[in-house]
């Protein structure tokens, strides 16, 4: 190995705000109807005054304390300059010195800060033709920035989900990378080891490579892979690598060039006149404090004595983590058989309300089951009869195991005790 990989992230989610930032337009403008949820302000038109949005500023304060940051006394807007036809005013409203979080951690990566802006509209190609869609143009956007500190793709993955998950527990936003809600965004550069060993050189690299336009999780394992590539083999012909903007193509698997990368300064950052500073203390809401997803996970381990596979499956759904615990405080003897029915059975969807699936089990385990000895060959015959799938679960892939219960099921017309299949099957598969 004869480099290290510095990756550096910027992570915009939209926040489920009613209106956007500086206006009472709607923030909603998924599916909306081109440039029909626009305004004076919106549109920077001559002597529009913004406004900002309090509701906004209470959910970016909310994030930020949920990840340890600092929450200044005072912040402020400020004016970052840039021609794009898909920004109006020439302009965005964003933030630079005093931003409403500083500092704070998530999966022990360090965050630089998170600050709030307004977004840019939205281009659309077609042919030769590029349109513009203004109704995502002044939209509210909280954008958090990572130290760099990701060397590994897998550490990227793992902090972009964790943050959407947080996203949607603490109701900040649904950061729907498929809507736009949440967009990600790498800076990447490699930095060469002083021996074969792994002693790094203390300063970064004079160059850093943005990924824009990452859409989904896999696009962005994709991209950040191939870039790695791009930049390893250019480095190892002693090409000298340069500040740039790229994206990617899945077509090619490769990156290509967009356009050379601004530094601060070219933006010509001044305050926002227009807006006064924020006293944060007398935006930030004090509420009941929130779980979140990993303290929840790690509750469920010691409370309900679940496996890995089955808590990180009811944690990343809020909705059905409270429908399990509801579920289990109606009969706590059955926590591990309500878990295993509701993933590999998908019961809790036939009943609405937590009573019915309990009520459901309870006759259940009235029923003469099917001997342990034809539970046990049974389920050689479905390991025996699926190798893919079993290859699929010893590499990582925890989810198939539902599908393998529903199998043996099968093969046991509905009469296998759930809570023996699921402890017989993973015995046998880590056997």
């Known amino acids: 190995m004869k480099y290290e990989t510095i990756i550096g992230l910027e992570i915009h989610i939209e926040p489920n705000t009613k209106s956007k930032m500086f206006c009472s337009c709607p923030q909603n403008h998924f599916a909306a109807k081109p440039n029909s949820?626009?305004?004076?302000?919106?549109?920077g038109l001559p002597g529009a005054l913004p406004i900002a949005n309090k509701e906004a500023i209470n959910k970016v304060l909310k994030l930020g304390l949920a990840l340890g940051s600092n929450i200044p006394e005072t912040s402020r807007f400020y004016r970052k300059h840039y021609f794009y036809p898909d920004?109006?005013?020439?302009?965005?409203?964003?933030?630079?010195?005093?931003?409403?979080?500083?500092?704070?951690?998530?999966?022990?990566k360090a965050i630089n800060h998170i600050h709030l802006e307004e977004d840019a509209g939205k281009l659309i190609h077609e042919g030769s033709n590029s349109l513009v869609d203004f109704n995502r143009c002044g939209c509210a956007l909280i954008e958090l920035v990572t130290e760099p500190v990701?060397?590994?793709?897998?550490?990227?993955?793992?902090?972009?989900?964790?943050?959407q998950l947080i996203a949607r527990y603490l109701d900040?936003?649904?950061?729907?990378?498929?809507?736009?809600?949440?967009?990600?965004?790498?800076?990447?550069?490699l930095q060469k080891l002083k021996n074969s060993k792994t002693q790094k050189i203390q300063e970064l690299p004079d160059y850093k490579v943005e990924l824009k336009n990452?859409?989904?999780?896999?696009?962005?394992?994709?991209?950040l892979k191939a870039e790695i590539e791009r930049q390893t083999e250019a480095l190892d012909k002693g090409q000298k690598l340069v500040q740039e903007t790229r994206g990617y193509d899945e077509n090619t698997k490769k990156t290509f060039s967009q356009r050379s990368k601004e530094d601060s300064q070219d933006y010509r950052y001044f305050p926002e006149a227009d807006l006064a500073p924020v006293n944060s203390t007398e935006f930030l809401v004090h509420s009941t404090k929130i779980e979140l997803p990993q303290e929840k996970r790690e509750?469920?381990?010691k409370k309900y004595k679940l496996s890995k596979e089955y808590i990180d499956i009811l944690v990343s759904n809020l909705v059905r983590a409270n429908y399990f615990e509801a579920c289990v405080k109606l009969s706590p003897n059955l926590a591990k058989t309500i878990a295993n029915v509701m993933i590999n059975q998908n019961l809790d969807k036939n009943f609405e309300e937590p009573a019915g699936l309990v009520k459901k089990l309870i006759e259940l385990t009235k029923t003469d089951f099917s001997p342990a000895s034809d539970v046990e060959q049974t389920i050689r015959e479905v390991l025996s009869e699926n190798p893919d799938v079993v290859t699929s679960y010893k590499n990582g892939k925890g989810q198939v195991i539902g599908f393998l219960i529903g199998q043996v099921q099968k093969k046991l017309l509905g009469k296998g005790d759930p809570k023996l299949i699921s402890t017989k099957l993973l015995d046998t598969l880590h056997g």
């Not at 949820?37 to 549109?43: H, R, V």
């Not at 990701?150 to 943050?163: N, Q």
């Not at 900040?172 to 550069?189: C, P, Q, V």
Request: aromatic share 10%; charged share 25%; glycine share 6%.
């Open 299 to 301: 509750r469920f381990e």
């Open 150 to 163: 990701f060397h590994d793709v897998s550490e990227v993955l793992a902090f972009t989900k964790e943050l």
């Open 172 to 189: 900040i936003g649904n950061a729907d990378m498929e809507k736009g809600t949440m967009r990600l965004e790498a800076n990447i550069s």
């Open 214 to 223: 990452i859409n989904s999780f896999k696009f962005l394992e994709k991209a």
């Open 37 to 43: 949820q626009t305004c004076p302000i919106c549109l």
């Open 87 to 108: 920004l109006a005013k020439s302009f965005q409203t964003s933030q630079k010195e005093n931003p409403f979080c500083v500092g704070g951690s998530l999966l022990g």
